[in-house]
């Protein structure tokens, strides 16, 4: 037992100085294991990833790569966790993500009245009824989502897309034709209403997932792209697009944010004027802040229509 602890300890102390001190907590998931090192592994692949094909990847690469998209499909890892009330990425899980296109050749994909034709499985594909009641969501027909994104009990996907390594909380509504992105994370109670669009991490490759806090409503054909964090109790209006450089005005305040929407912001869309005074430009405006408490009692619509006040 010792000895145990002592290899773990110098397993993690290593890892803290090599990638960090949260991924050695994952780190040390993996230490004692017959298989090699699991991040090890997958830092090396994705540092030689233009040699990878389909043919040429070695098989214990396959297998540390297979063996990450089964752990975000079933929810044991995440590519973002919040630690320490800081959302953390586990680069590595992302570069997993990545590293399993280049593993896999397309196949035929078998659909209700087509087929399809693509390097990445459905995640649905071989489910049973008794697994969908055992993992306790629901799917409306045409809703896909592939193989290696993680869903918890009492979600209800409408037909909408969630792509590999997205994670969607429980009790999460995804609505109609609304997109979650490659490895997007999104808390729990959350409303994804018609058309919204979460940006995912892929196409074009960004450094960090877009992150939606829990208990959030996102507004018809809204798009939160390009790693901005939405925090918790966000109310997001209908139609309202934000990237990193989109200007997140706080009214009250006056204060200018860029990629991350505070917690309990209430935000619409709106325009700023330019420093010369002859055009505005698109910014989202923070108009108040709602705390949960008044979330949980107050109907969306009634938040939305009151800005004025």
Known sequence: ????????????????????????VLFTTYIGSSMSNLQAIIEAAFEKRA???????DAETRAAIEEVIEGLDSGKYRVAEKIAGEWVTHQ????????????????????????????????FADYTEERFTE???????????????YISKNCVLMPSYVNIGAYVGEGTMVDTWATVG???????NVH?????????????LQANPTIIGD??????????????????????????????????????TGEIHYGRVPAGSVVVSGSLPSKCGKYSLYCAVIVKKVDAKTLGKVGINELLRSIEE
Not at 92 to 103: E, G, T
Not at 135 to 149: C, D, L
Not at 192 to 204: A, M, N, Q, R
């Open 135 to 149: 993992e306790g969501f629901r799917v409306v027909p045409s809703a896909t989502v592939r193989k290696g994104a």
């Open 215 to 252: 208990n959030c409503f996102i507004g018809a054909r809204s798009e939160v792209v390009e790693g901005v964090i939405v925090e918790d109790g966000c109310v997001i209006s209908m139609g309202v697009f934000i990237g990193q450089s989109t200007k997140i005005y706080d009214r009250e």
């Open 192 to 204: 994804l209403s018609g058309g919204v669009g979460i940006g995912g991490v892929l196409e074009p």
């Open 51 to 57: 040699e990878i094909t389909p043919k040429t990847v």
């Open 182 to 188: 490659s490895c997007a994370q999104i808390g729990k």
């Open 92 to 123: 590595w899980l992302k570069k997993a993500v990545l590293l399993s296109f280049r593993i896999n050749d397309n196949q035929i994909i078998d659909g209700a009245e087509t087929k399809y034709y693509d390097k990445v499985a459905l995640k």
């Open 1 to 24: 037992m010792f000895l145990q602890s002592a290899v773990i300890f110098f397993g993690v102390l290593l890892a803290r100085l090599k990638y960090g001190k949260t991924n050695a």
